[in-house]
C-alpha cells in the first residue's frame, strides 16, 4: 500500500473517532453512557441502523458471495420492508410508553423476571459469537495488507474497538456512525464505478453483463419453494421477515439505536429509511461482486484469493503439486476467454446456436475452474490442517489491493473499518447494557450509584470485549463469514421474537408458560440445525420423509414454536385448575 493510501486511511479513521471523543466528553452518567441523551433525527437513526448492521463483514464477504454463488442473496432481505413496518406499528410505541433501556425491560412487566433474563440471555450468547465475527473481517484485511499473523491482527483490531467503544458508549456510537455511513456509501459508490470502468473495453457494459448472466451471476429471484435453499424468494420473505422482526425488535444493538431517538415519530420514521435502502445498498453491493467475476474472465484470476495460504504451500513439500494446479487453471481460463469471446461474437450476429454452444462450453470450462480450485483447496487442508481453505472472503479485498488507483485504495480501506467499528463498537455497547440493566442491576446489585453502574458499563464492554475476541480466533473455519452472522442470529432469533409476539398478542399466556415454551423452543432449533445440516429423516404416513432445513427458515420456526408451546401449555394449566 502507498503513503497516500495509509494518509488517506489513517485521516479517514482517525477523524471520525477523534470527533466522536471529541463530542462525548461530558458523557458522565449512566443513562447517558447507555442510551444517549435521546434528541437524534430520523435521518440520523436510519443511517446509524445501516451503520450497525453493515458491518466490515458486508463489505468483504458479501461481494465474495456474488463471486461466488450470484446475486441470489439479495432475497434474504425482501422481508425488511415488512418488517419495519409491524415493528413501527406494534413495537416501538410500546417501548416508548414503557421508557425502557432495553427491550428485554418490557419482558418482566408482562411475564416476570425469569423470562426476562432467559430472552437477555440468548441475546448476550449470540450477540457476543456474532461481536466476534464483525472483528474478524477487518483484521482479514488487515492481515492481507501487513502480512501479520491473522490471530494477532484480531488482538490488535479488538483492542482498538474496544477502547473506542469504552470512552463514549451509546453515544460516541451513534454520533460517528453517521459519518461512517457517509464514508461507507461514498466507497462503495466509487468501487461500483471504478470497476466498470476496468472492464474489457473492447465490449459493452451490456456485454459484460450478458457474460455475468449467462454464467449464473445475475440470477436475483428464485421462487421454487424448497425448504433447503438457503436463499430463495419465500426463504427471505417468510423466515427473512421473522429474522429481521427478531434482530430489530429485540436485538439491544438495533433497539438502542431508535430509542435514542428524538421522539417515536424520528424512531418511525429512521426504521422506514432503512427498510427501503436496504435492499437497494445490499443489491449494489452483490453487483460488486459479480462485476468482479467478469473482471476475472479477462485478467488473470488467483488461484486462490487467500495469499498466506499460497505463500506457506509454496514453502512446503507440496509446491510442485500446488504449482501444477496452478498451470493447468491457468489454461483453462484462457480457454474460457475465448469461449466467452466467441459466446459474445455470437450473440452481436444473432446466432442463437452458436451462442448456445459457446454458452455450453464455457459453463463447461467454469466447472473445471471449480474443481481444480477445489482440488487447490484440499491441497493447502492437506498442508495445514489448521487452514481456512474457504477463501470467497478474500476476493473483494485482493481486487481492491491489485487493481484500484492509489488513494482509492486508502478510502476503499476506510469504507471497511468504519464499517467494522461501527458495527462492532455498537454491538459492545449493547451487550454491556443488557448485563447492566437486565443482569447485573436487576440481580445482584440493585441499589447502586449512577457512578457505579458507569464504571461496571465498562468494565462489562472490556469483558464482552474479550468473548468477542476469543470467538474470533475459533470463528476463522466458517465457510463464509456473512452466512455465518445469519446462521448465528437465526440459532436464537427467532424463540427470542417467539418471546416477544407472544407478550404483545397472546395475552392469555403467562410468565410460567412463556418460559418453558422458549427453552423447548430453543433446545428444538438447535436440534434441527444439528439434523438439518446432514438431512435428517421421520416416518410420515407410513413414508420416510427426508427433510434438510435452510437456517433462515429457523427463525419462522422458533417464533412459531415459542407461541404454539406457550399457548398449549398455558391451555393445559388452566384445563387442570378448571378440574
Known amino acids: 500500500m502507498e503513503a497516500l ?252 439505536r431508535y430509542l435514542s431517538g428524538k421522539s417515536l415519530t424520528e424512531s418511525r420514521l429512521g426504521l422506514m429509511f432503512n427498510g427501503l435502502l436496504k435492499i437497494p445498498m445490499q443489491f449494489v453491493i452483490l453487483f460488486v461482486g459479480a462485476l468482479v467475476f467478469v473482471f476475472y474472465q479477462f485478467n488473470p484470476a488467483p488461484a486462490h484469493f487467500n495469499r498466506a495460504n499460497v505463500e506457506q504451500i509454496q514453502r512446503s513439500s507440496y509446491a510442485p503439486a500446488y504449482a501444477g494446479l496452478e498451470t493447468q487453471l491457468q489454461q483453462v481460463q484462457s480457454q474460457r476467454q475465448e469461449a466467452i469471446r466467441e459466446m459474445i461474437a455470437a450473440e452481436r450476429s444473432g446466432d442463437v446456436q452458436a451462442s448456445g454452444a459457446a454458452q455450453t462450453r464455457v459453463l463447461a470450462l467454469q466447472g473445471e475452474d471449480k474443481q481444480l480450485r477445489a482440488d487447490i483447496r484440499e491441497l493447502i487442508a492437506r498442508n495445514d490442517k489448521e487452514a481456512n481453505t474457504k477463501d470467497t472472503d478474500y476476493v473483494f479485498i485482493t481486487y481492491v489491493l491489485n487493481f484500484m488507483p492509489i488513494g482509492v485504495v486508502g478510502l476503499l480501506l476506510a469504507m471497511i473499518f468504519s464499517a467494522a467499528w461501527s458495527s462492532t463498537s455498537s454491538e459492545l455497547n449493547a451487550l454491556s447494557t443488557t448485563t447492566v440493566v437486565d443482569i447485573y442491576r436487576r440481580i445482584f446489585v440493585k441499589k447502586a450509584s449512577d457512578r457505579h453502574y458507569l464504571h461496571m458499563s465498562k468494565w462489562f464492554t472490556v469483558l464482552w470485549g474479550g468473548v468477542a475476541l476469543t470467538f474470533a480466533v475459533v470463528a476463522q473455519q466458517f465457510e463464509n463469514l456473512i452466512q455465518a452472522v445469519n446462521i448465528i442470529g437465526s440459532l436464537f432469533y427467532g424463540v427470542i421474537l417467539g418471546v416477544f409476539l407472544t407478550a404483545f398478542f397472546l395475552k392469555r399466556v403467562g410468565g410460567r408458560a412463556a418460559f418453558i415454551g422458549a427453552l423447548i423452543a430453543e433446545a428444538c432449533v438447535i436440534a434441527i440445525f444439528v439434523m438439518g445440516e446432514n438431512q435428517f429423516g421421520f416416518i410420515f404416513l407410513g413414508k420416510l420423509v427426508v427433510v434438510k432445513i435452510a437456517y433462515l427458515w429457523l427463525n419462522l420456526i422458533g417464533c412459531v414454536l415459542v407461541m404454539g408451546l406457550s399457548f398449549l401449555m398455558q391451555t393445559a394449566r388452566v384445563s387442570r385448575v378448571v378440574k
Do not use: C
Request: proline content about 3%; aromatic content about 14%.
Open 5 to 256: 493510501d495509509w494518509t488517506v486511511m489513517l485521516a479517514t479513521l482517525l477523524g471520525i473517532a477523534g470527533y466522536g471523543i471529541w463530542k462525548t466528553r461530558h458523557v458522565n452518567s449512566a443513562q447517558s453512557y447507555m442510551l444517549g441523551d435521546r434528541d437524534l433525527k430520523w435521518w440520523s437513526i436510519g443511517l446509524s441502523i445501516m451503520a450497525t448492521q453493515a458491518s466490515a463483514i458486508t463489505f468483504l464477504s458479501t461481494p465474495g458471495q456474488a463471486y461466488e454463488d450470484g446475486m441470489g442473496f439479495v432475497q434474504f432481505y425482501f422481508g425488511l420492508p415488512l418488517a419495519m413496518i409491524i415493528l413501527s406499528v406494534f413495537v416501538i410505541p410500546n417501548y416508548y410508553r414503557l421508557n425502557v433501556y432495553t427491550a428485554y425491560e418490557f419482558l418482566e412487566t408482562r411475564f416476570g423476571l425469569p423470562t426476562r433474563v432467559l430472552t437477555a440471555s440468548l441475546f448476550l450468547l449470540q450477540r457476543g459469537f456474532a461481536a466476534g465475527l464483525t472483528i474478524l473481517a477487518p483484521s482479514i484485511v488487515l492481515s492481507q495488507i501487513m502480512g501479520w499473523p491473522l490471530n494477532w491482527t484480531i488482538f490488535f483490531m479488538g483492542i482498538i474497538v474496544i477502547i473506542y467503544t469504552v470512552s463514549g458508549g451509546t453515544k460516541a456510537v451513534s454520533v460517528t456512525q453517521t459519518q461512517q455511513m457517509v464514508v461507507i456509501l461514498l466507497g462503495l459508490v466509487l468501487a461500483s464505478v471504478l470497476i466498470i470502468l476496468n472492464l474489457p473495453k473492447e465490449f459493452t457494459f451490456g456485454e459484460t453483463l450478458t457474460v455475468a448472466g449467462k454464467m449464473g451471476k445475475l440470477n436475483v429471484l428464485d421462487f421454487k419453494f424448497d425448504l433447503s435453499n438457503r436463499y430463495n424468494f419465500w426463504s427471505g420473505m417468510l423466515g427473512g421477515t421473522f429474522l429481521f422482526l427478531s434482530y430489530f425488535g429485540t436485538d439491544q444493538s438495533q433497539v438502542s
